[in-house]
């Protein structure tokens, strides 16, 4: 029976496909897709883990105290018999054989499939045997993990028959939850879709998801329960709809839709080599935000003027919690600045904290998770001062890079003066290190993110000591209108028409240039077209985003005149709803229409 289940929409576009449940308790296992060849080396995997965990509970079993109660032996015996039943084992063989799942992958599968099994059942005793079943998956994902012979490698791409990765049916992903982590394995895989039940319109996994361009709904709450394996489902990335078992009459009428996008596409597309120059011959720069090297080929492609955001703490997930040496990634910084041909790239320092953990495993470890309010917490430049050590081989790494092109560095989420002094001095101590072991490096611009009220309002601190300013709304919002930005609960009140927020983000724009300072927004706002017009007439001339965006943002500038929006931003920042007076005003110049925010509620 068809039903829908509503969300937020962060990147539009319509998915068709069947559905692949990522079970919720098990989002921090591996998903990957397996060759063909791989297949029995996988099973045997299985195969190892459920003969090891098998001798473990026998062994637990022998060692039982006389004393001990009874029901602990019955409840190793409950264990064996779950562990070799082929409703579990056999079951999963098949998710790696017929689907190509990883072990752990197939297993969180079976679990989920078993697990609604259990919830089904009337009898109460039964049913708690659910709890039982999760301890024996828990011990056979530890025994994968011990004899684990496969790297947490991205996923291959798909093959151009579809037939060696799950199948010709496209497939699109259903989870309670992605991590940015999990959603970067994810990002060259076969979904051509996503949902999740958690999640904001600019979280991290919203942002990765968004990157990767295609049709994803997030903050759907009940989705994955709701929504079974293999069910057909149509993501209505615009409206942010899910839309369960389609009849055929909704079937066809998305598909037309899906071919109209494309025609947009490409019509878009041709834009690529048009120079980003607004009606009245002001140069704008459209630099893309990236979250790896591989990412910069398809920054270039699309048009990108270079890239003015390198999340470089993407390059520190999927690591088993080990961090990456300075060589690592001087190589990685490297990579991204051959890849951009001369075109600058700015390179973040790691913004580690908040929705971003490094590894599940070892966050307590690295002193960084775990807190009540983690975006509040030690986070970005707070972490990075805190692990001097590492903070400035990674300083070192990125120096090292402006060795082969133009580098700039962004420091995310200063705030205290006492920050910056203490950033500067390893700036200068990590050149210091480079002169004394006679490694080059070139000239390199610093600047910083303003993302946090204090430092918007404190401008001239910041414009004393650095070289340019990136504004990243995304915080900025949270931070300004209290509103954790990865929370479906509050996603509602993320509003970045909110006029205060105007008034931050207009002041930021207006000293900078008075300063004679760059300054750039990165946050998701830079790459909204409907946002466009009121950042031109802010006085922003540098717009950093998903490469995705830029053909859309290009047309909008297009078409836009500066010197008739800079008049206009007072009444909308005086204005009580400022997106209804930019919509009544944008909307009395004639071939201009006001478009739905992707970022407003
Ligand atoms: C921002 O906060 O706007 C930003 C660009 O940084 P991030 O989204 O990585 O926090
Ligand atoms: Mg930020």
Redesign the pocket.
């Known amino acids: 029976m068809s039903f829908q289940v509503f969300g937020l929409s962060i990147s539009r576009g319509v998915a068709i496909g069947k559905a692949v449940l990522v079970a919720s308790s098990r989002v921090d296992v591996a998903h990957y897709f397996i060759p063909d060849a791989q297949v029995p080396l996988e099973v045997a995997r299985l195969c190892e883990a459920r003969d090891a965990v098998g001798e473990e509970l026998e062994t637990l079993k022998r060692d039982l105290p006389a004393d001990a109660p009874g029901e602990l032996a019955a409840l190793l015996d409950v264990h064996l018999m779950l562990l070799r039943d082929e409703l579990l084992t056999g079951a999963t063989i098949c998710w790696i054989s017929e689907r190509h799942y990883n072990a752990e992958w197939a297993l969180s599968a079976q679990l989920e499939v078993v697990a609604r099994q259990f919830d089904e059942m009337e009898d109460a005793y039964l049913r708690e045997r659910k709890a039982d079943l999760e301890q024996v998956v828990e011990r056979l994902l530890r025994a994968l993990a011990r004899g684990a012979a496969v790297p947490l490698a991205p996923p291959p791409a798909p093959a151009s028959d579809g037939g060696d990765f799950g199948g010709e049916e496209p497939l699109v992903l259903i989870a309670n939850d992605i991590a940015p982590a999990d959603m970067l394995q994810f990002k060259r895989s076969v979904f051509t879709g996503f949902v999740t039940d958690v999640g904001g319109k600019?979280s991290?996994t919203a942002?990765v998801a968004r990157s990767m361009d295609i049709p994803a709904v997030v903050g759907a709450r009940e989705a994955s329960r709701l929504i079974q394996q293999d069910d057909w489902v149509v993501i209505d990335g615009d409206a942010g709809v899910v839309i369960v078992d389609p009849s055929p009459i909704v079937l066809e009428e998305y598909r037309f839709r899906q071919r109209q996008i494309q025609l947009e596409r490409e019509r878009l597309a041709r834009l690529r080599h048009t120079p980003a120059v607004t009606l009245d011959g002001e140069r704008i720069d459209l630099l893309a935000?990236i979250e790896l090297p591989q990412d910069a080929p398809g920054a270039l492609v699309a048009g990108a003027a270079g890239v003015g955001?390198f999340?470089s703490?993407f390059l520190f997930m999927n690591r088993g919690g080990a961090l990456p040496s300075e060589d690592e990634q001087f190589e990685a910084y490297r990579a991204a600045v051959e890849a951009m041909q001369g075109l600058p790239v700015t390179i973040?320092t790691v913004?580690i904290g908040?929705d971003?953990p490094i590894d599940r495993m070892t966050v307590g470890e690295l002193r960084h998770a775990h807190t009540l309010n983690p975006a509040l917490g030690l986070r970005a430049i707070r972490w990075s001062l805190s692990e001097p050590g590492m903070f400035r081989k990674q300083l070192r790494a990125i120096l090292r890079a402006s060795a082969f092109g133009k580098v700039r560095l962004l420091i995310?989420m200063l705030v205290h003066a006492g920050e910056i002094r203490q950033t500067f001095e390893a700036i200068a101590r990590a050149r210091r290190q480079l002169d004394d072991a006679g490694v080059p490096y070139g000239e390199v611009e610093v600047g910083a993110?303003i993302?946090v009220p204090a430092a918007a309002l404190q401008m001239p601190l910041f414009l004393k000591h650095f070289d340019f300013v990136?504004?990243?709304?995304?915080?900025?919002i949270?931070y300004t209108l209290a509103i954790d930005r990865a929370d479906e609960a509050v996603s509602h009140l993320y509003d970045v028409w909110h006029p205060a927020v105007l008034r931050l983000i207009a002041d930021v724009i207006r000293q900078a240039r008075e300063a004679g300072r760059g300054v750039s927004v990165?946050?998701?706002?830079a790459g909204d077209p409907a946002c466009t017009e009121l950042l031109l007439a802010m006085g922003l001339r540098s717009f950093s985003m998903h490469p995705s965006r830029i053909a859309a943002v290009k047309q909008r500038l297009l078409r836009a005149d500066t010197r008739k929006l800079a008049p206009l931003l007072g009444q909308i920042l005086d204005a009580e709803s400022p997106e209804a007076m930019c919509a009544q005003l944008l909307r009395a110049e004639p071939g201009k229409t006001a478009s739905r925010s992707l970022l407003t509620a």
């Open positions: 600019t991290h942002i935000n955001l999340r703490e973040r913004d908040a971003k995310p993110m993302e990136s504004i990243g709304t995304n915080d900025l949270q990165c946050g998701e706002m």
